[in-house]
């Protein structure tokens, strides 16, 4: 265990499955505790954090769906709930916002339901979560928010996915700007396609792996450890000068 983040209190939504318990992994690995943020899936959250407390990390589970009214103001309080025995004042340094809803719909598909969802969960909440966070979030620490190359990439098939991504960059934009002098850095990291159970879909098409595969310049899909690690390099000391950025983590994917 490294001490990158030693004496760090870090929150990452959607941190029960992909990229978000990769996150969450890496961080208590390198010192930090950890809030291990679910909406649905309690036995991974739960094992997330189990598997982390047994290689000697600090890490708690906080549920709350995203995507409901009132959603900000329940996930801290859930937050204070059950962290009380590991961040008593509850405070923060890192805030990653990776819990996200996708939608396979084109425009003369997509229902006004199905638009609202997706903007509730990517956008709504990492602002409003954000507002109430800002008491809490220490003078110096990070904001990362996992974007996604949707959000650059004209992608017909996920339209409302790539508007809401796009948001999100704007809102690094913003904030970075905002928060410049509390020296509280705002980034995005934007994979591409990256191998989680949201790939499902691919593994028994060879095809489309093929085909997905021949617009990565480095001729591969990504791995969870290849995003993570420019997560983990944002939120430490290293990522200090790094502030307002989406970084691309699709291994240059149709440049």
């Given at each position: 265990m490294s001490g990158a983040l030693r004496n760090k209190v870090a929150v990452v939504t959607g941190g029960s499955h992909g990229i978000g318990r990769a996150t969450v992994e890496r961080f208590a690995q390198d010192g930090a505790t950890v809030a291990v943020a679910y909406g649905h899936d309690e036995a991974a959250a739960r094992d997330t954090v189990d598997r982390i407390r047994k290689d000697g990390g600090r890490a708690f589970a906080v549920h709350t769906e995203l995507g409901t009214p009132g959603d900000a103001a329940?996930?801290?309080?859930?937050?204070?709930?059950a962290g009380r025995e590991f961040v008593p004042d509850g405070k923060i340094?890192?805030?990653?916002h990776n819990a996200g809803a996708g939608n396979f719909a084109r425009l003369a598909d997509l229902t006004e339901d199905a638009y609202d969802k997706v903007m509730a969960v990517n956008v709504k909440a990492p602002f409003f979560?954000?507002?109430?966070?800002?008491?809490?979030?220490?003078?110096?620490?990070r904001i990362i928010n996992v974007s996604s190359t949707a959000a650059r990439v004209g992608s017909p098939d996920l339209l409302v996915y790539g508007v809401s991504k796009a948001a999100l960059n704007w809102f690094t934009y913003d904030m970075a700007v905002d928060l410049g002098p509390r020296g509280i850095t705002v980034n995005a990291v934007a994979p591409g396609i990256t191998m989680t159970r949201q790939s499902d879909y691919l593994v028994d098409n060879p095809e489309l792996v093929a085909q997905q595969t021949a617009r990565v310049a480095l001729g591969r899909l990504g791995q969870t450890d290849d995003v993570v690690g420019i997560i983990a390099f944002l939120a430490s000391d290293e990522g200090r000068w790094v502030t307002g950025q989406v970084i691309d983590a699709s291994g240059g994917t149709a440049l």
């Open positions: 329940r996930f801290w309080e859930t937050f204070d709930e340094d890192i805030l990653v979560i954000t507002k109430l966070a800002l008491p809490r979030l220490r003078d110096g620490g």
